[in-house]
């Protein structure tokens, strides 16, 4: 690495930083903006108008499309590829390698391929999205809220504050996933679901205790137009069949059939839901 002074090709760009430290084999566009303390690591790719703030840290071989703007101190880990139009704000990180614990059940998946946010998505202030994960176009996420390793999020989702996406999910287009809702892991949720603060889902009867758990470990299944009111608890494996809907405050011990609204605790039918309220009424 070179420091951005005499002698380097960018100490003519009056929009690099003197203070910034750029790689070898960097490719910089037209009207870049680069603050003070950055980090380019080598064979990075900026592309035109991309506007990065204070002590950002961006990887060897990222990509960043024209018209991304990053706040401060942000990181960018290796290899990450982002889209064209694409907001960071501060203290956000792309890309982060999982860490296991000493007593985790996980299994080492080693190095993982590195995070993708396509053109026009959003990551909030002191967001996490790790490695593997995949952000679809104008997806939305918003601060501190955590997309886990070999996550996929389609077009237009929205992800709220707080909000913990587990590992090996699927989420489909036009999704709201709210404030400090959690999606456990190897949860598949199909699109136009509304999910609603507050919503725990879970993926082990056993608790974690005895192997047998691990035979049976697995996440939540939401069809098309399924909704989770708030404070709604799902034990594992429940299927919501599309539109089907859990109202506030229910504990969802079964599948919710199709159409169907489901309350209490256990939940139980209460009607089926009004058509004024189904997708093809909007």
Same mark, same amino acid.
């Given at each position: 690495?070179?420091?951005? *002074?005499?002698?380097?090709?960018?100490?003519?760009?009056?929009?690099?930083?003197?203070?910034?430290?750029v790689g070898d084999s960097v490719v910089v566009?037209?009207?870049?903006?680069?603050?003070?303390?950055?980090?380019?690591?080598?064979?990075?790719?900026?592309?035109?108008? #991309?506007?990065?703030?204070?002590?950002?840290?961006?990887?060897?071989?990222? &990509?960043?499309?024209?018209?991304?703007?990053?706040?401060?101190?942000?990181?960018?880990?290796?290899?990450?590829?982002?889209?064209?139009?694409?907001?960071?704000?501060?203290?956000?990180?792309?890309?982060?390698?999982?860490?296991?614990?000493?007593?985790?059940?996980?299994?080492?998946?080693?190095?993982?391929?590195?995070?993708?946010?396509?053109? *026009?998505? &959003?990551?909030?202030?002191?967001s996490i999205v790790y490695a593997g994960a995949?952000?679809?176009?104008?997806?939305?996420?918003?601060?501190l809220a955590t997309v886990r390793e070999r996550?996929?999020?389609?077009?237009?989702?929205?992800?709220?504050?707080?909000?913990?996406?587990?590992?090996?999910?699927?989420?489909?287009?036009?999704?709201?996933?709210?404030?400090?809702?959690?999606?456990?892991?190897?949860?598949?949720?199909?699109?136009?679901?509304?999910?609603?603060?507050?919503?725990?889902?879970?993926?082990?009867?056993?608790?974690?205790?005895?192997?047998?758990?691990?035979?049976?470990?697995?996440?939540?299944?939401?069809?098309?137009?399924?909704?989770?009111?708030?404070?709604? #608890?799902?034990?594992?494996?429940?299927?919501?069949?599309?539109?089907?809907?859990?109202?506030? *405050?229910?504990?969802?011990?079964?599948?919710?059939?199709?159409?169907?609204? #489901?309350? *209490?605790?256990?939940?139980?039918?209460?009607?089926?839901?009004?058509?004024?309220?189904?997708?093809?009424?909007?």
């Amino acid at each position: 690495m070179s420091n951005n *002074g005499i002698g380097s090709p960018y100490q003519n760009h009056k929009l690099i930083s003197q203070t910034a430290v750029v790689g070898d084999s960097v490719v910089v566009g037209e009207g870049i903006q680069i603050g003070h303390f950055c980090v380019i690591c080598d064979e990075v790719v900026i592309g035109n108008h #991309v506007t990065l703030g204070h002590g950002v840290i961006i990887g060897k071989g990222v &990509t960043l499309g024209s018209g991304v703007r990053i706040g401060n101190h942000v990181c960018i880990e290796e290899g990450a590829s982002i889209g064209e139009g694409v907001t960071i704000m501060d203290h956000a990180v792309v890309g982060k390698q999982p860490f296991r614990a000493k007593r985790s059940i996980l299994a080492s998946h080693g190095q993982l391929e590195p995070a993708v946010l396509e053109d *026009g998505s &959003t990551l909030g202030t002191s967001s996490i999205v790790y490695a593997g994960a995949r952000l679809g176009p104008h997806v939305f996420v918003a601060d501190l809220a955590t997309v886990r390793e070999r996550v996929q999020i389609g077009y237009g989702t929205i992800i709220g504050r707080g909000a913990s996406i587990e590992n090996d999910c699927e989420i489909g287009q036009r999704c709201k996933i709210e404030t400090n809702a959690y999606l456990t892991a190897y949860s598949h949720v199909e699109d136009d679901v509304f999910i609603a603060p507050g919503v725990i889902t879970s993926n082990d009867n056993f608790m974690g205790r005895t192997a047998e758990r691990f035979k049976h470990m697995k996440g939540i299944t939401i069809r098309q137009g399924g909704r989770l009111g708030a404070g709604v #608890v799902t034990l594992p494996g429940v299927i919501v069949q599309r539109e089907g809907t859990a109202a506030a *405050g229910s504990v969802v011990t079964k599948d919710i059939e199709q159409q169907q609204l #489901v309350m *209490g605790a256990p939940a139980r039918i209460l009607r089926e839901v009004p058509e004024a309220q189904l997708l093809k009424s909007q």
